[in-house]
């Protein structure tokens, strides 16, 4: 039975991946059908998901099963729900912005303090702590270099918000021009910023290339167990 599993398994990836590897000689229907294939069971995984850990226990088994107060408390979501699927109907449409825009605001509100919290906080406090010298004794970093990674890394921070800045005093012309230190400290923002990307771009392109490589391997793995 596991062997029968195994060799199907085996089969479909050795499948799917000949078709995404054709795309590499142009658009064409074998490389549709297997996004098609992806796109819908990954949507079909997400329903199920949403249902059995979302909308079952936490609306329709309170509601159903619950006690009275449940009952009332589920009435707000449920009223929320339903205007949202009146946006399906063109001239119900505006009775589902209600309950859109208290979801944009309440996610934009989790978003903003997110990043507060869990970024920008936390990025402060490492920049001040990269000049703790005591700390890097413990770790065995000497105080000059210690302060020199930290300087950098201030210099990065500092240069790019500065990159950032967009308050410009108008000229007579009519154009809009920066302080000369703004334009001086964003020009040299721009170039942290080019290295960050490059970096970023370096260790895409390296996930890639360990996926390009594990399926290449899995190809020739599943040829080999038969030959």
Do not use: C
């Amino acid at each position: 039975m596991n062997l029968s599993l195994d060799l199907i398994s085996g089969g479909l990836s050795f499948l799917f991946t000949l078709l995404i590897f054709s795309y590499l000689i142009g658009d064409n229907p074998l490389f549709r059908a297997a996004v098609y294939i992806f796109v819908g069971v990954s949507s079909g995984y997400i329903a199920a998901v949403a249902w059995w850990q979302v909308i079952w226990p936490k609306l329709v088994y309170p509601l159903v099963f619950g006690s009275m107060l449940e009952k009332v408390f589920m009435l707000v979501p449920l009223t929320g729900a339903i205007l949202i699927f009146m946006k399906i109907f063109p001239r119900l449409a505006g009775l589902g912005r209600i309950a859109m825009a208290f979801m944009v605001g309440a996610g934009a509100a989790v978003t903003i303090a997110g990043a507060v919290a869990g970024t920008l906080i936390p990025q402060v406090l490492g920049s001040i702590e990269i000049f703790d010298l005591l700390e890097a004794g413990a770790r065995n970093i000497s105080p000059v270099e210690a302060l020199f990674n930290g300087s950098v890394i201030l210099a990065g921070t500092t240069f790019t918000l500065a990159y950032f800045h967009f308050s410009a005093h108008p000229k007579p012309d009519g154009s809009l021009h920066r302080m000369s230190l703004i334009e001086i400290s964003a020009w040299v923002g721009r170039i942290f910023i080019g290295i960050t990307l490059g970096a970023v771009f370096a260790g895409v392109y390296t996930a890639a290339l360990t996926a390009f490589i594990e399926r290449l391997m899995s190809l020739i793995n599943f040829i080999g167990s038969f030959l």
